[in-house]
């Protein structure tokens, strides 16, 4: 395998940039413990990463030799259906790719092997961490749809302790003060979805009392009393109310619809390097995200028992009955990034101050790669 000797400064800079965190990521009970740093990348995971085991990912037996391999970051999130889809429904193999997977703890933790060429593809929330990175100059893309919210597929939401709701905190008027839930101390796509709902009576996310926390941590939190509100996703809204803990104000398709949560990852280098490969990686991911969308849009029954049986072994939400009462996320089977609501975030970003440099969102975006795909495939009528 092709090493690449960092620099430790070089390294220590790109660590700097780890502040993206996946505000789409369902997390596994379990997180896996960060690697150490190391200045020279080997075949050893990068930092925050564990290879997934053969099971999951199992490399095609049968010429291999033949195989192009793809470096590929997860999160085991319901976001990632498109890769296990493909991944256990062998698109990948049939593209001639051997795709390894690596599991993260965090989106976070993907920018800095990214940018280093360590990862050809990732994911996670397009925010203030990977603007940062790539004002400066991280080569790293933005190619398709990793979450969104269309209709119907709220997958994330707004949610309020059940004893204040009670006692009438209903109205984005009532929040003020109110101490949140948000899974990042830094800009990621969900603060920026709680301003939008503060800006409708003159306030902004920043009225509240924001506070970093794990989505399984969230749920304990709100039975405690430690917090009083939470922005959730998928499948912890729906056992909140389940459990009686929460009330949901509004899911995000009802107050940031088709809101771009998540998104698709290049490296430069793997353009660069390997444009073929990257074409191929993304045929196989728009075919995975038409048996998704023809599972859970559609309603095909055969090929939802598929998909959620691929979710449940690969994903942290293993509960399958859970999959008939969650909203799922929506990701695009024509791979399109919606380029509106990523300039609408930047805005709150720079506002709010934690963005100084204003990206040019027509550059960041490279819709190359699925439009081929597009092409190869057919375009996907919902």
Same mark, same amino acid.
């Given at each position: 395998?092709?090493?690449?000797?960092?620099?430790?400064?070089? #390294? /220590?800079?790109?660590?700097?940039?780890?502040?993206? $965190?996946?505000?789409?990521?369902?997390?596994?009970?379990?997180?896996?413990?960060?690697?150490?740093?190391?200045?020279?990348?080997?075949?050893?995971?990068?930092?925050?990463?564990?290879?997934?085991?053969?099971?999951?990912?199992?490399?095609?037996?049968?010429?291999?030799?033949?195989?192009?391999? $793809?470096?590929?970051?997860?999160?085991?999130?319901?976001?990632?259906?498109?890769?296990?889809?493909?991944?256990?429904?062998?698109?990948?193999?049939?593209?001639?790719?051997? $795709?390894?997977?690596?599991?993260?703890?965090?989106?976070?933790?993907? =920018?800095?092997?990214?940018?280093?060429?360590?990862?050809?593809?990732?994911?996670?929330?397009?925010?203030?961490?990977?603007?940062?990175?790539?004002?400066?100059?991280?080569? +790293?893309?933005?190619?398709?749809?990793?979450?969104?919210?269309?209709?119907?597929?709220?997958?994330?939401?707004?949610?309020?302790?059940?004893?204040?709701?009670?006692?009438?905190?209903?109205?984005?008027?009532?929040?003020?003060?109110?101490?949140?839930? =948000?899974?990042?101390?830094?800009?990621?796509?969900?603060?920026?979805?709680?301003?939008? #709902?503060?800006?409708?009576?003159?306030?902004?996310?920043?009225?509240?009392?924001?506070?970093?926390?794990?989505?399984?941590?969230?749920?304990?939190?709100?039975?405690?009393?430690?917090?009083?509100?939470?922005?959730? +996703?998928? *499948?912890?809204?729906?056992? =909140?109310?389940?459990?009686? /803990?929460?009330?949901?104000?509004?899911?995000?398709?009802?107050?940031? *619809?088709?809101?771009?949560?998540?998104? =698709?990852?290049?490296?430069?280098?793997?353009?660069?390097?390997?444009?073929?490969?990257?074409?191929?990686?993304?045929?196989?991911?728009?075919?995975?995200?038409?048996?998704?969308?023809?599972?859970?849009?559609?309603?095909?029954?055969?090929?939802?028992?598929?998909?959620?049986?691929?979710?449940?072994?690969?994903?942290?939400?293993?509960?399958?009955?859970?999959?008939?009462?969650?909203?799922? *996320?929506?990701?695009? *089977?024509?791979?399109?990034?919606?380029?509106?609501?990523?300039?609408?975030?930047?805005?709150?970003?720079?506002?709010?101050?934690?963005?100084?440099?204003?990206?040019?969102?027509?550059?960041?975006?490279?819709?190359?790669?699925?439009?081929?795909?597009?092409?190869?495939?057919?375009?996907?009528?919902?």
């Amino acid at each position: 395998m092709k090493r690449f000797l960092l620099p430790r400064v070089a #390294v /220590l800079g790109l660590v700097v940039l780890l502040l993206l $965190v996946d505000a789409c990521a369902a997390q596994p009970p379990a997180a896996t413990p960060a690697a150490k740093p190391t200045e020279t990348v080997a075949a050893s995971p990068p930092k925050g990463a564990t290879p997934v085991p053969a099971a999951t990912a199992a490399r095609p037996e049968a010429n291999s030799a033949q195989l192009t391999k $793809v470096r590929l970051g997860i999160l085991s999130s319901i976001s990632d259906s498109g890769n296990f889809i493909a991944q256990d429904l062998g698109y990948f193999k049939e593209q001639g790719l051997d $795709v390894e997977f690596t599991k993260f703890t965090a989106a976070a933790q993907m =920018i800095a092997p990214l940018g280093a060429g360590q990862l050809d593809v990732g994911g996670g929330a397009p925010g203030v961490g990977l603007a940062n990175a790539v004002s400066r100059n991280v080569d +790293i893309k933005i190619v398709a749809d990793k979450g969104s919210t269309p209709k119907g597929q709220g997958f994330e939401g707004l949610v309020v302790r059940k004893d204040l709701w009670d006692a009438g905190v209903r109205t984005p008027a009532d929040f003020k003060g109110k101490r949140i839930a =948000i899974p990042s101390d830094t800009g990621i796509t969900p603060e920026a979805a709680l301003d939008k #709902v503060m800006r409708t009576v003159g306030l902004k996310a920043r009225d509240l009392q924001l506070v970093p926390m794990a989505h399984p941590d969230m749920a304990p939190a709100l039975a405690g009393k430690s917090i009083d509100m939470a922005i959730p +996703i998928e *499948p912890y809204i729906t056992k =909140i109310v389940e459990d009686g /803990l929460g009330v949901i104000y509004q899911r995000e398709d009802e107050f940031y *619809p088709n809101h771009q949560i998540a998104v =698709i990852l290049y490296s430069g280098r793997f353009i660069k390097e390997n444009p073929d490969a990257a074409k191929r990686y993304m045929v196989a991911y728009l075919k995975a995200l038409r048996d998704y969308n023809d599972a859970f849009v559609g309603k095909n029954a055969k090929k939802k028992a598929t998909v959620v049986s691929i979710l449940a072994k690969n994903t942290g939400v293993k509960d399958v009955p859970l999959y008939d009462k969650m909203l799922v *996320p929506g990701l695009n *089977p024509n791979g399109e990034v919606n380029k509106a609501s990523l300039a609408e975030d930047q805005d709150y970003y720079i506002r709010a101050g934690l963005q100084k440099d204003r990206l040019d969102i027509d550059k960041l975006v490279d819709p190359t790669w699925a439009k081929y795909a597009v092409d190869k495939l057919g375009v996907y009528k919902r």
